[in-house]
């Protein structure tokens, strides 16, 4: 599936679990089976984490499973897999893993309500996005950005267009 506008990389997860469709995922730098060419990533555990690698652009699921469209996503995201798949690897062996927005503008699950026209960053252990003023996060402390949201959010698991920018700033 190809993203809704920008580029896109495939990546391998650091463990076998479940992630939800516009889910941000973050760098998996202690990850010491790296195969030549392959790149880690993970969950995240909590809010402002980085660095961003990407926004998954589909469910990343054991063959035959199926989620509604509207499911929140953390009902899916973190959960294990069916015996024998493994999600870490993408199948049962060696395959690719889930695939990535990485620049462009992707779409977003928020974490609560926030106004298009801000900086919005990891939220929760589900990839969710929202702004740091939401999260409580004080002046001076580094970010580590998804984006700038380009739609607005009312609710929590509203998706939102993001325009992504992953370089990390001091907040303001």
Same mark, same amino acid.
């Given at each position: 599936?190809?993203?809704?506008?920008?580029?896109t990389?495939?990546?391998?997860?650091?463990?076998? =679990?479940?992630? !939800?469709?516009?889910?941000?995922?973050?760098?998996? !730098?202690?990850?010491?089976? *790296? @195969?030549?060419?392959?790149?880690?990533v993970? /969950?995240? %555990?909590?809010?402002? +984490?980085?660095? #961003?690698?990407?926004? %998954?652009? *589909?469910?990343? /699921? *054991?063959?035959?499973?199926?989620?509604? *469209?509207?499911?929140?996503?953390?009902?899916? %995201?973190?959960?294990?897999p069916?015996v024998?798949?493994?999600a870490?690897?993408?199948?049962?062996?060696?395959?690719?893993?889930?695939?990535? +927005? @990485?620049?462009? +503008?992707?779409?977003?699950?928020?974490? +609560?309500?926030?106004? !298009?026209?801000? @900086? =919005? =960053?990891?939220?929760?252990?589900?990839?969710? #996005?929202?702004?740091?003023?939401? /999260?409580?996060?004080?002046?001076?402390t580094? @970010?580590?950005?998804?984006g700038?949201? =380009?739609? !607005?959010?009312?609710?929590?698991?509203?998706? #939102?267009?993001?325009?992504?920018?992953?370089?990390? #700033?001091?907040?303001?």
């Amino acid at each position: 599936m190809p993203g809704i506008d920008g580029m896109t990389r495939t990546y391998r997860l650091n463990a076998s =679990v479940r992630i !939800a469709k516009y889910s941000a995922l973050i760098n998996d !730098a202690t990850d010491t089976t *790296e @195969i030549t060419g392959a790149l880690f990533v993970k /969950l995240p %555990t909590g809010s402002n +984490q980085g660095p #961003v690698q990407g926004v %998954t652009i *589909e469910h990343w /699921l *054991e063959p035959g499973t199926f989620y509604q *469209e509207d499911t929140d996503p953390s009902t899916i %995201t973190g959960t294990t897999p069916n015996v024998p798949y493994n999600a870490s690897m993408g199948g049962t062996g060696l395959q690719i893993g889930p695939t990535l +927005q @990485i620049r462009g +503008q992707a779409r977003c699950y928020a974490a +609560q309500a926030f106004n !298009a026209g801000q @900086i =919005v =960053v990891i939220a929760d252990a589900y990839g969710r #996005v929202n702004t740091p003023a939401n /999260l409580s996060i004080s002046g001076g402390t580094t @970010i580590y950005p998804v984006g700038i949201a =380009v739609s !607005a959010a009312a609710a929590i698991n509203n998706v #939102v267009l993001v325009d992504l920018d992953f370089f990390p #700033v001091p907040y303001i």
